[in-house]
Nanobody, 125 residues
Framework: QVELKESGGGSVETGGSLRLSCAAS????????MAWFRQIEGREREVVAT???????SYADSVKGRFTISQNFDKTTLVLEMNNLKPNDSAMYYC???????????????????WGQGTQVTVSS
């Protein structure tokens, strides 16, 4: 069992920055792969970035060069640094985790079993 709670969302103008955090607890095995997803109401949820034990990261093309995913040494805090934000980055952002059984990358963004409640990001033009 893993518990996740996001924080750090808010409203910013285009070009601004936000730092999202996700507090994680529970099974370390089920936190082997951690990720940020986002969802706009009425649309499918999309993966933003993933990080695997050992700090291997991957990013969606839409955020490469602007977002950075990181975690602390014991995987209890997952962070998403978001810079140069754009209006189409506006969404509910979720952190999620899964065990190491499947690939941990934005290419294989399935099998995430544990999810937080989400934090809203709004970017105005």
């Amino acid at each position: 069992q893993v518990e996740l709670k996001e924080s750090g969302g808010g409203s910013v103008e285009t070009g601004g920055s936000l730092r999202l955090s996700c507090a994680a607890s529970g099974s370390s095995y089920d936190r082997a792969c951690m990720a940020w997803f986002r969802q706009i109401e009425g649309r499918e949820r999309e993966v933003v970035a993933t990080i695997r034990t050992g700090d291997t990261t991957s990013y969606a093309d839409s955020v490469k060069g602007r977002f950075t995913i990181s975690q602390n040494f014991d995987k209890t805090t997952l962070v998403l640094e978001m810079n140069n934000l754009k209006p189409n980055d506006s969404a509910m952002y979720y952190c999620a985790t899964k065990n190491p059984y499947t690939e941990c990358s934005v290419i294989s963004a399935t099998g995430f079993r544990y999810w937080g409640q989400g934090t809203q990001v709004t970017v105005s033009s």
